[in-house]
């Protein structure tokens, strides 16, 4: 799932080296995705993206259709 927030930045949950999830960041405009620093990595994709869900919803994200 793919959320955005009020700026434009788009957040979904992405695979690290490894065995590792994460939910990143993209800027508008920008190539390249960060991680979200006050998330932690999870050793699968749906814990992360529980994390996500749950940031997104306290900072009042948008899901985005893809």
Known sequence: ???IDRRG???KV???LGDVWKARYQKPGARSWK???VLPWRENCE???DDLEVYAEAHGMKKVEE
């Open 1 to 3: 799932m793919t959320y």
């Open 9 to 11: 930045w788009k957040f």
């Open 14 to 16: 992405m695979h690290g």
């Open 35 to 37: 991680c979200v620093a």
């Open 47 to 49: 814990d992360a993206e």
